[in-house]
């Protein structure tokens, strides 16, 4: 078999683990993300994250996390979803958090698609990342043809908006690689930058991450700031603002991935059931939740500075 014939097996496997989309990069040195990545950190646009500031070459270069890399399959998984808390007055809970954890299902999809590769095309050394180290996903997404960034920061596929998250495999193998996605659909809108809360996207492209609900409900582990008191929209663990104004996400349709299905009590709890939850009910609503990782007593912190 030839590289098309991996590549071709390759994605129709990501199709059958459930994937929305999957597409391939070559693993080469970043050059031009180099400036902008440097530029934002200079800002302290990163805020409180630390982390962000670490391991600048590996961000770059994705030979340096995997030895010989040569290609990288971006995969998308659809998180989307019409479902709504009863209440239209509690606290609000980014869509993406409402069921399992994202990194639990990914690699574990992605862990099966390696043991594919290994087992069908022969054996590859390679790791998959889902936004838990130094990649750039939304970088490589776009190289492997996945979408744009739109000016809020976010990949948007036109055919699914961009309720999705991303992944990668980082592997040794060559393949047949994808064009990439260098067609900016976001035109003239600015709905998101008008529609932000708290102003975070300060220019079309550029998201000071210090002013984010998502990093000040989540990242941030100090006391909210007073300035951003009325500001927040009602967000107590991520935002989506930025995403439902999109007009592009007018194409998103309910996912189907079964991890994804909130938990049954977590949509009928009302701005009371918020404003009283204890330990014990935080503790089975997001056993396995994304949500865990602001403790009870970070929920607890964000919930309060909304009132």
């Known amino acids: 078999m030839n590289q098309a014939q991996h590549t071709l097996m390759i994605k129709a496997e990501a199709q059958r683990l459930g994937f929305l989309f999957c597409g391939i990069a070559q693993a080469t040195f970043l050059e031009n993300e180099a400036p902008r990545l440097d530029n934002w950190l200079r800002n302290n646009y990163n805020g409180k994250m630390a982390y962000m500031e670490n391991h600048f070459d590996k961000r770059l270069d994705p030979r340096l996390l995997v030895d010989n890399a040569k290609s990288i399959i971006s995969v998308a998984l659809n998180y989307f979803t019409d479902q709504k808390p009863l209440d239209a007055t509690a606290p609000k809970i980014s869509t993406y958090a409402y069921g399992t954890d994202y990194h639990f299902v990914i690699k574990e999809k992605l862990a099966l698609l390696l043991q594919y590769i290994n087992e069908n095309i022969g054996e590859v050394d390679g790791r998959a990342f889902v936004d838990s180290a130094p990649v750039l996903d939304k970088v490589w997404a776009q190289k492997a043809g996945l979408g744009w960034q739109g000016k809020h920061s976010n990949l948007i596929n036109k055919k699914a908006g961009s309720f999705f998250f991303i992944g990668e495999l980082i592997i040794d193998l060559p393949l047949t690689y994808d064009i990439p996605f260098e067609t900016d659909h976001c035109g003239t809108c600015t709905k998101c930058i008008d529609a932000c809360p708290t102003e975070a996207i300060i220019a079309p492209y550029v998201v000071d991450a210090s002013k984010c609900i998502s990093y000040l ?91």
């Not at 104004?245 to 349709?253: A, D, E, K, L, Y």
């Not at 309910?254 to 009283?276: I, N, R, S």
């Open 217 to 307: 409900t989540i990242e941030l582990k100090d006391n909210l700031p007073n300035s951003f008191k009325g500001k927040m929209d009602n967000w107590m663990f991520g935002c989506d603002v930025c995403q439902d104004v999109c007009p592009w996400n007018r194409f998103s349709v309910p996912h189907t991935v079964p991890e994804f299905t909130p938990h049954p009590d977590l949509l009928q709890m009302t701005k009371q059931d918020w404003q009283e939850i204890t330990d014990d009910v935080f503790g089975k609503l997001f056993k396995s939740s994304a949500l865990k990782r602001t403790k009870f007593t970070g929920l607890k912190r964000n919930i309060d500075f909304l009132n």
